[in-house]
């Protein structure tokens, strides 16, 4: 059976069109033109792919070579068994370094769900209420907009807020404006941006419609450390992550310098005036262009594909980290109902009902990343990474969705070896 789940634009945190279209309006000095790599004959390979699964194998290599992505991984897990663990390179430049299945990649969006899952946990221990006031758990001031006490913990989570991005930009990607009008120094931090939030009128009643939010997760990100009394990697690290054996996960940096042990190289045509100092220069958009650390809750997690479909299984059924209470308020239906095409956003993620099963999914684009994880009916869970978004305007990266999704079908015999034992 083809399970044709759909792949959603909406869902990335900065989609390439929205990353141009803010730059347009807050980074003018955004350029294109950044040479290439050199691409090799074929695609090298890393990792397990069984014979019987050779069709998603092959989606990679091609979805790669098409988009000269250099680098990317897959993993596949079939009733939370780890079936096919892979990463893939593209390229002849020794710049670009050999890489392994468990390397790390900015995952951008797909740390909204990591977040979803902390607030569900803090509920379930007590400690938060999913329909108190944000105003009132952060200490936000209403003055600009008395609607903003009615923004809940259930409306960040699901997007209903009352910040629309394409009415009043997404103050996360507004470094340099933010900076001026509130006369501070580059680099800006959470505290900045809420000030700056605070001091202008929501967009639409919260609890009317939805609207993607990537502030809306940055204030999640702050609830977590006060409901907790803990930092936000500190609490998704031991409460979230070291229940289900991952501890490679972590939050990831802005520049280049910066990066993690085992984090890979993103690659991107876009320049953009870097937002870590007033300096104006002129930085790859992925180092420097954006805040790695503001980003945090909402699009600033490191993963890789392993980690993620083993996340993933904390939805799977009741276990150590979420009960079975908080599973269903994950994929919960949202007061505004769900979309003309069947699916709604629940708690960090997009969900559908299908026969006998809740289908979830997510995307993420940041420049020098793109990220899709889905769980689908049958036991089956992926995660793809790539480092290299969409840029040209030419290159269609939502066919990933349903090139893998033809896929399913085809296979006859699953493999039963579980391979996440290879990689703890």
């Not at 044709?4 to 807050?26: D, I, K, M, Q, Y």
């Not at 289900?244 to 802005?254: F, K, Y």
């Not at 085992?262 to 876009?270: D, K, L, N």
């Amino acid at each position: 059976m083809t399970i044709n789940e759909p792949h959603l634009s909406e869902s990335n945190g900065l989609s390439r069109r929205r990353f141009l279209a803010v730059g347009a309006a807050t980074l003018p000095a955004l350029t294109l033109g950044t040479s290439r790599p050199a691409f090799a004959a074929t695609v090298q390979t890393a990792g397990v792919a069984p014979a019987a699964l050779v069709g998603f194998d092959n989606v990679m290599k091609t979805y790669i070579v098409e988009r000269g992505i250099s680098c990317a991984q897959l993993a596949i897990t079939k009733n939370g068994k780890l079936v096919l663990a892979r990463a893939y390179r593209y390229s002849d430049d020794p710049a670009v370094p050999t890489f392994t299945p468990i390397s790390l990649f900015r995952i951008a969006s797909l740390s909204k769900h990591i977040t979803a899952v902390a607030i569900m946990r803090l509920a379930q221990d007590g400690k938060l209420s999913l329909g108190a006031s944000v105003a009132t758990l952060l200490g936000l001031p209403t003055t600009a907009d008395p609607r903003l006490a009615n923004v809940t913990v259930w409306r960040l989570l699901q997007h209903t807020g009352g910040w629309d991005r394409d009415i009043s930009g997404d103050y996360l990607y507004m470094d340099h404006t933010i900076s001026r009008s509130l006369g501070v120094s580059l680099p800006i931090t959470r505290d900045h941006i809420i000030q700056y939030a605070c001091g202008r009128p929501l967009d639409f009643a919260p609890g009317s419609r939805y609207a993607y939010s990537n502030y809306g997760y940055m204030l999640l990100g702050m609830i977590v450390e006060k409901a907790s009394g803990m930092a936000y990697e500190s609490y998704v690290k031991q409460k979230i992550l070291a229940p289900v054996a991952i501890s490679r996960m972590r939050l990831g940096r802005t520049l280049k310098e910066q990066a993690a042990p085992g984090e890979i190289v993103y690659e991107s045509a876009q320049t953009s005036r870097t937002v870590t100092d007033a300096s104006g220069t002129m930085v790859p958009a992925p180092y420097g262009g954006f805040s790695m650390e503001n980003r945090g809750p909402g699009g600033g997690w490191l993963a890789s594909a392993v980690d993620l479909v083993r996340f993933a299984r904390i939805l799977d059924a009741p276990g150590t980290v979420l009960n079975a209470t908080s599973i269903g308020r994950m994929v919960a239906k949202p007061e505004i109902g769900v979309t003309e095409s069947g699916s709604w956003y629940g708690a960090g993620l997009w969900v559908r009902q299908v026969t006998g099963h809740l289908n979830t999914w997510h995307s993420g684009g940041l420049p020098g990343t793109y990220t899709y994880t889905a769980r689908l009916q049958d036991g089956f869970t992926y995660a793809a990474l790539f480092n290299r978004n969409e840029e040209s305007g030419s290159l269609d990266f939502d066919v990933l969705s349903p090139r893998m999704n033809a896929q399913i079908g085809k296979v006859t015999t699953w493999p039963t070896t579980d391979l996440f034992p290879r990689y703890p």
